[in-house]
């Protein structure tokens, strides 16, 4: 199997209407693709983007850019896209950037962000995609970490990188900003570069990512991704989604995490659809909303806290005729969400998991449009061996029985999966054990086969001798008409071992009082399991979370931890179950 009739095959297979003969067919196209010997080089740059899609149809659109708020617009063709990422290569190689050397991306959703990548991708540069919120000392951890051989940065974020480049003592060979800085070389020089570049000959398994892991459940790692697992592994991604050569495809991410790179660049580049990147300093839901049936996106992927957002808006005046799928990842979506999107705009919402560390692993493919069930996260890509294993490493076979989520490595080992923890043996050894790699999460399969996600290994909560998802909790909380957004953790309690505690942000309208703490508490004593029950509920304006979107629920752990009054009330807005005693003839 050849590396562009692979490619041609996804884009096929996703053009198929009948959604049985696809699925049939994804089945028998990733059985051959697991079993294939990977080639000894391979540059997705130079083999797919410019020999298939530049070749094949140079002036169709790749890049679709706006600003939301604006309105500002820029589109171009795979030929100018190639075009700029060369001229940029050729710069970073006139400063003597070279393949294996790294570059440091620290830049908002615009154009050059895309360049940059290709031209990392197409060169042997080792992206490291940084979030724009870093702090300073947060820099200097990653550049103490892995010294930075050339930086692209967004004006704005010149002085904190100055900053932690003295702290660290540490001289890039080049600086590109994204307008004017003393000591920094203006992206727009770049443009005076020839606009074609010689591609590095990368190894299947060259290093050509690093990304910092977000920190949710610790500090940041340090993950490797290859010339092969990402612009190949991603094939898992865009066939999930269901991208087909003519779509417009939006993914609602910002440039410095991990699923920038899987759903707004490679997988609509991937099979020669349009990417599209919409800028913005706020989310506000309407301009985005617009902004999305301006340019009639017809596949769009969002995070849980984005999709929330838009349930609760009139999306009544936008022209959403184009949309044609829908798609969650980042945390599981709640049922509700799903069923009130779907009445909203007619398409369902189809939720999949992955990782920093893998492309989309598990999850509701196109062809199970209508067979979905509410709040399963689907089953897994025909590209990864996974199954559940117990607390002793042996398989669970039981139905509706949680286990760690684990990927088999004896069989195959997927493409898409990262190749390292880098600089972190221990790491690794705790991660692959007994020919699996434990992704760190939890989930159930039912009798059919449908999964479930639990949540975070080290988000699942002890209470007695019960283990309670956070997600669950969460899903019912956010099904009561005042709750926006909540996220559940488990709290230090002398007796228990931890109490379910539950912050909640509250819809527009409604405002804290122990008259709603109660009717919360009734309202999930009708939906779960005793033990399951939140014992405390807060109301917060905000919840900490990453730029993805993602809660970091170990930051509400830490702060219950260092709470000198934990478990008694104080001046927030807290409310705890058994000082209800309109509850004492209800489940406890």
């Not at 994804?26 to 410019?50: R, S, V």
């Not at 790749?62 to 795979?78: E, M, P, V």
């Not at 991937?270 to 800028?279: D, H, L, Q």
Request: with cysteine; charged share 25%.
């Amino acid at each position: 199997m050849g590396m562009e009739n692979l490619y041609k095959e996804v884009m096929d297979l996703n053009l198929m209407e009948d959604n049985d003969q696809k699925e049939a067919v994804a089945k028998d196209f990733f059985k051959k693709f697991n079993a294939m010997e990977l080639p000894e080089t391979f540059n997705w740059a130079e083999e797919i983007f410019e020999g298939l899609h530049v070749q094949e149809r140079p002036d169709h659109l790749a890049l679709i850019w706006a600003d939301i708020h604006t309105g500002d617009s820029k589109q171009f063709t795979y030929k100018e896209f190639a075009e700029r990422g060369n001229q940029c290569l050729n710069g970073l190689h006139k400063a003597g950037v070279d393949k294996g050397d790294n570059m440091y991306l620290m830049a908002p959703i615009v154009p050059e962000t895309w360049f940059a990548s290709y031209a990392c991708v197409k060169g042997g540069v080792i992206a490291v995609p940084t979030a724009t919120t870093m702090t300073v000392r947060e820099l200097q951890f990653r550049f103490e970490t892995y010294k930075p051989d050339c930086i692209l940065a967004d004006e704005i974020y010149t002085d904190i990188m100055d900053e932690a480049l003295k702290l660290t003592g540490v001289t890039p060979k080049i600086k590109l900003v994204l307008g004017e800085k003393d000591g920094w070389t203006n992206f727009k020089q770049l443009n005076d570069e020839p606009t074609e570049a010689k591609a590095a000959a990368t190894a299947s398994n060259d290093l050509l990512f690093c990304f910092f892991t977000s920190g949710t459940t610790g500090l940041p790692k340090r993950v490797g991704h290859t010339a092969a697992s990402y612009p190949i592994g991603h094939l898992s991604t865009s066939v999930m989604i269901g991208i087909r050569p003519d779509d417009v495809h939006h993914n609602l991410s910002a440039p410095g995490w991990a699923k920038w790179a899987w759903s707004s660049f490679f997988a609509p580049l991937n099979v020669g659809a349009t990417a599209t990147g919409f800028n913005f300093a706020a989310l506000d839901g309407d301009k985005y909303l617009a902004t999305i049936a301006k340019h009639k996106v017809s596949t769009f992927c969002a995070p849980p806290t984005a999709w929330r957002l838009f349930i609760n808006l009139d999306v009544s005046k936008f022209d959403f005729s184009a949309l044609r799928q829908s798609i969650g990842a980042g945390e599981p979506l709640n049922p509700e969400v799903i069923s009130k999107w779907k009445g909203l705009t007619g398409t369902e919402i189809r939720d999949f998991y992955g990782q920093t560390e893998s492309t989309a692993m598990i999850g509701n493919p196109p062809w199970m449009t209508g067979k979905m069930r509410s709040g399963s996260f689907g089953y897994p890509s025909f590209m990864y061996d996974v199954t559940l294993v117990d607390e002793e490493g042996n398989e669970v076979t039981k139905t509706d029985e949680p286990g760690h989520i684990v990927v088999r490595l004896d069989r195959w080992r997927s493409v898409g999966l990262f190749t390292e923890y880098i600089g972190n043996p221990e790491k690794m050894t705790s991660v692959f054990i007994d020919n699996y790699y434990y992704t760190g999460d939890r989930a159930s399969i039912d009798e059919d086969g449908y999964w479930w996600f639990v949540g975070r290994s080290d988000d699942v909560i002890k209470s007695s001798d019960f283990r309670i998802g956070p997600f669950e909790v969460e899903s019912a909380l956010i099904e009561h008409d005042s709750v926006a957004e909540s996220a559940v953790v488990g709290v230090p309690d002398p007796k228990r071992h931890q109490l379910v505690k539950a912050f909640v942000i509250l819809k527009e309208g409604y405002e804290p009082s122990r008259e709603l703490a109660l009717d919360l508490f009734q309202h999930t004593i009708q939906i779960l399991a005793k033990f399951k029950i939140p014992r405390i509920i807060e109301f917060v304006p905000e919840l900490p979370k990453t730029l993805s979107g993602k809660i970091r629920r170990i930051e509400l752990r830490q702060q219950e931890t260092d709470r000198p009054d934990s478990g008694k009330a104080g001046e927030r807005k807290e409310f705890f179950y058994w000082d209800f005693p309109e509850l004492s003839s209800k489940k406890n």
